[in-house]
């Protein structure tokens, strides 16, 4: 294939082969670089900046095209990719070679999804903390108080345009017993299903690769009470340890 005319989508990162990222396909993982949330357990925090792998996007759009038949998608994650402004068309281009379009994101410009979500096939959205709690969307993702409310209600808008859109989507909350006590976690499960979500992945946070690391959490957290008491609430609970 021709070198594209597309869109010049900065590129962070690629990974080239994975099982985990859409769930059930095999997929590549295009990172985008920049973040303006400071997650204590983020794990591109190298990303968080507008770093460069070097990768020209049309390039890696002519590698996407030898790779037909081999990969089932491509997942856009960062970073925050809605962040980048040659998102949607990059999305078209990559559905035009055939493959579902994932992407990863913490639903922070709900503006940005009415171009995305007609060319995606699923996403993944994080959900750091309870809808409503500044404090600890603010303790979770370094924002001031004001900014993690303002927040708070981006990634609400984010929710509420994907359960409108009717497309496959995964709220995953990676959580940690010193951010995610047991009633915040009753309440996330709550307000998530009260606002009509099915499914729900809670990942456990790893230090490793974290520019702040918190302790390791050990096999005891959520205790299998609290675990049942969320089971209780959302009809498909997902744990997640690495
Ligand atoms: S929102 Fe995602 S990319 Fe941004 S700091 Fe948090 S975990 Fe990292």
Redesign the pocket.
């Known amino acids: 294939m021709s070198k594209s005319a597309g869109p010049e989508l900065a590129v962070a990162g690629l990974t080239r082969f994975s099982s985990v990222d859409y769930p059930g396909y095999l997929s590549a993982v295009v990172f985008i670089p920049g973040?303006p949330?400071?997650?204590s357990?983020?794990?591109?925090?190298e990303?968080?900046r507008r770093v460069s792998s070097g990768i020209q996007w049309p390039d890696l759009l002519d590698w996407l095209h030898r790779r037909k038949g081999l990969l089932d998608a491509v997942v856009f994650s960062?970073?925050?990719a809605t962040l980048d402004p040659a998102l949607p068309e990059a999305l078209i281009a990559v559905r035009a070679l055939g493959f579902k379009v994932g992407l990863h994101t913490?639903g922070?410009l709900p503006h940005r999804l009415p171009a995305l979500l007609p060319v995606l096939d699923w996403v993944g959205l994080?959900i750091k903390s309870t809808l409503d709690d500044a404090r600890l969307m603010g303790r979770i993702?370094g924002l001031p108080t004001a900014a993690a409310a303002r927040a708070g209600a981006a990634v609400k808008a984010s929710l509420a345009l994907l359960l409108e859109s009717g497309i496959a989507f995964e709220c995953r909350s990676?959580i940690h017993p010193q951010l995610h006590d047991e009633s915040a976690l009753l309440t996330m499960a709550r307000q998530l299903r009260a606002a009509g979500v099915q499914h729900w992945a809670l990942q456990i946070a790893r230090p490793e690769g974290c520019a702040n690391p918190l302790p390791p959490v050990g096999l005891d957290y959520p205790s299998p009470s609290l675990l049942d008491a969320l089971r209780w609430q959302m009809p498909e609970l997902i744990l997640r340890r690495d």
């Open positions: 973040c949330w400071r997650c357990y983020c794990h591109n925090p990303m968080q960062g970073g925050e913490a922070m994080d993702t990676t």
